[in-house]
């Protein structure tokens, strides 16, 4: 591990001017790369006292050996220099976006000379004209196998059209006139070319105007008595109809715009673009990224921006680019765009309408693609072994800790004070046996309190558990004489039979100092404790001074944090359904013996409270299953809850006596 001060530039060396640096390691790779608007500000912020820095960029700075920087004229040199070297370097701790697959794209070869429209994935080639990408070959082939009705290009491989063109025979598609048949001489090469022109614009989205030609020379083959050239244009313009259903209007007519969008937590960030062009979507991707550096929303949409058009050139890049978040700053990205595309590019967070609302469905699909990331990684044995492991080691427990309780608190200002406990057994959720608590003994906001309740009585319960199983007083029993099950009569487990091996307590030094108080007092030893706080992700131990702090990359602190979300999620729904029951009580709640059925009862049979009030005892006990004892005590409590409340100054708020 390196000391940043071994290699930190002298004062004066670093120019104040727009540039590139890397950071190298003792090996010479090069680790990070970043730019800057001002190399001398942003290099001089990664030279300060450690204990001040991100964990992430202390990792970084410490792993480092030199740090080197190359001047530039402007921002936007700046940034493709940048993009430049993280596509040669590939650093270690830069964001890097990974696609979850390689998505296919229709792609159009107009650089042959009878163009070919073929599914094509892999990186883009020059002269190929491309429209996607899409999640699914066979919807591309769909669309095309629609097309081609109307725009009979080439689909063939280069070695059947040779073969062909040497037999003098075309292929089943030029039979059937799915193919205009250019190996054969059907039609000449322009000919051909011009049809693949057609086909190219009205996959660009230019299909009204295409549309609304088809209908005249329809209309007019009608009116010259060719009924069947009329009969077959009509088929045409259905065929392509169907092909625009397969993809949905979104947005106004000639619309093109890419609509990105981001699913984050503080370990990983989801990305997906959906393609519009012409108003309908085109395509659609995704990539998932590991945060590797300390990267904030503005930055995560910079590297999307630079991996989806580092490489495009002209049309590929859109007129309009909708983000989340703009990149800080935005205008040295959006000329670097309008350079890549030739002309101007808008780059910009939609705020109302029809964009806006694409951007909500681009975000919840971002969303389903982060949550599917993570259930395919904690479904996984061999991750979870690992990261049962990790926790072992990292905490210095003898055992992997197969059963793991994650505890948190959750409130609103003080009121409604709730705890929530939830299981993970084996690295997997165990949500049959999460449990809710309700703090008792005191009211008011101290979540130390709270969690120092909340574990005293969960252990509580397992040591009279344990005292009916007869684990207490198991040398007093004959050996023939086995203990008491710790499963009920039906077979299922005790609520509080099992000790975990671990207790994960949401927060820092002083929840892990009450949670390990309180099982000390139970004298409960054989349980270990520690907490995640969620600021930095670190994992505090009972006593001591300092962090664990777990590699970025550590499948034990994703597991951790998985505990500690889930529990605070737990929380959250039930300190909001309590809040929302209490906003929902009426007066007919404080009287005592009163169920749900008769309640609704009552107001089914009087309409409103007002007029139940209004109602005698006698009117009251025409109520079905409202006897005369229940309408007194309903009477009773209506009349207190009647009483006037007193008169308000409202110029000075003071109540006003009588």
């Not at 975000?363 to 949550?371: I, K, P």
């Not at 800790?401 to 200002?413: A, G, N, V, Y």
């Not at 509080?496 to 309180?518: E, I, M, T």
């Not at 109520?623 to 006037?644: H, I, K, M, S, W």
Request: net charge neutral; charged share 30%; aromatic share 6%.
């Amino acid at each position: 591990m390196a000391d940043p001060s071994s290699y930190r530039p002298r004062p004066g060396e670093i120019p104040d001017s727009p540039g590139v640096y890397r950071f190298r390691d003792d090996h010479g790779r090069v680790i990070y790369v970043g730019k800057a608007k001002s190399l001398r500000q942003r290099l001089s912020s990664y030279f300060q006292d450690i204990s001040g820095l991100h964990p992430r960029t202390a990792t970084m700075v410490t792993t480092a050996a030199s740090v080197e920087w190359t001047v530039v004229s402007t921002e936007v040199e700046a940034l493709q220099l940048e993009y430049s070297w993280i596509k040669e370097f590939d650093p270690r701790f830069n964001v890097k976006y990974r696609d979850d697959k390689s998505y296919p794209s229709l792609a159009v070869t107009m650089n042959e000379e009878f163009p070919r429209a073929q599914v094509m994935r892999g990186p883009k080639r020059k002269g190929v004209r491309y429209f996607g990408p899409y999640a699914h070959a066979w919807a591309i082939r769909e669309t095309v196998d629609l097309l081609l009705r109307v725009f009979p290009v080439r689909t063939c491989s280069a070695g059947v059209f040779k073969r062909a063109t040497a037999v003098g025979r075309p292929c089943l598609l030029g039979y059937i006139d799915k193919c205009s048949a250019p190996c054969t001489g059907r039609v000449t090469a322009e000919e051909h070319r011009e049809l693949a022109e057609e086909f190219c614009d009205f996959m660009a989205g230019r299909t009204g105007a295409y549309l609304r030609r088809l209908e005249e020379q329809m209309h007019q083959a009608a009116e010259e008595l060719e009924y069947e050239r009329a009969a077959r244009l009509r088929d045409d313009i259905e065929a392509l109809k169907r092909a625009l259903e397969k993809n949905a209007v979104v947005l106004a007519d000639a619309t093109d715009a890419d609509v990105i969008a981001l699913a984050e937590d503080e370990l990983e960030a989801a990305v997906q673009i959906f393609h519009v062009r012409g108003g309908r979507v085109r395509g659609q991707r995704g990539w998932v990224t590991d945060k590797v550096e300390q990267v904030t929303t503005p930055g995560l949409v910079e590297s999307a921006l630079q991996q989806l058009y580092g490489e495009e050139r002209g049309d590929s890049v859109p007129r309009e680019v909708l983000v989340p978040a703009l990149p800080e700053p935005a205008e040295p990205v959006a000329e670097w765009l309008g350079e890549r595309r030739g002309s101007r590019v808008s780059l910009r967070v939609p705020q109302r309408g029809d964009k806006k609302d694409l951007m909500a469905t681009v975000e919840r699909n971002a969303q389903q693609a982060l949550a599917l990331h993570k259930t395919k990684r904690a479904s996984d044995l061999t991750t979870r072994s690992r990261a049962l492991e990790e926790i072992a080691e990292a905490l210095g427990l003898d055992s992997a800790p197969l059963r793991i309780e994650c505890f948190d608190i959750s409130h609103l200002q003080g009121d409604d004070v709730v705890a929530s406990m939830v299981v993970f057994e084996d690295g997997l959720a165990r949500k049959s046996e999460y449990r809710r608590f309700q703090i008792r003994s005191f009211a008011g906001q101290d979540d130390v309190r709270a969690m120092h309740e909340v574990i005293s009585r969960r252990f509580r319960r397992y040591l009279r558990e344990r005292e009916k199983t007869g684990e207490w007083a198991v040398e007093e029993h004959d050996e023939d004489e086995a203990p008491a099950s710790p499963r009920d009569e039906d077979g299922r487990p005790k609520r509080f039979a099992y000790p975990p091996q671990l207790v994960v307590v949401d927060g820092g030094q002083p929840q892990v100092a009450a949670a390990r108080r309180a099982m000390d007092e139970l004298g409960i030893d054989d349980v270990a404790v520690c907490g995640l706080a969620k600021r930095l992700e670190e994992v505090w131990l009972p006593g001591e001074d300092d962090p664990v702090i777990l590699p970025r990359t550590s499948e034990g602190l994703y597991l951790l944090q998985r505990a500690r979300d889930e529990a605070h999620r737990f929380a959250i729904r039930y300190q909001r359904g309590k809040r929302s029951q209490s906003i929902r009580k009426g007066p007919l709640d404080a009287v005592p013996g009163l169920g749900e059925t008769r309640k609704k009862a009552l107001l089914r049979h009087f309409g409103s409270v007002k007029r139940l009030r209004a109602a005698t005892i006698e009117e009251i006990c025409e109520v079905p299953g409202v006897g005369r004892r229940t309408a007194e005590t309903v009477a009773a409590a209506l009349a207190r809850d009647d009483r006037p409340a007193p008169a308000v100054n409202t110029a000075t708020g003071e109540i006003i006596e009588d």
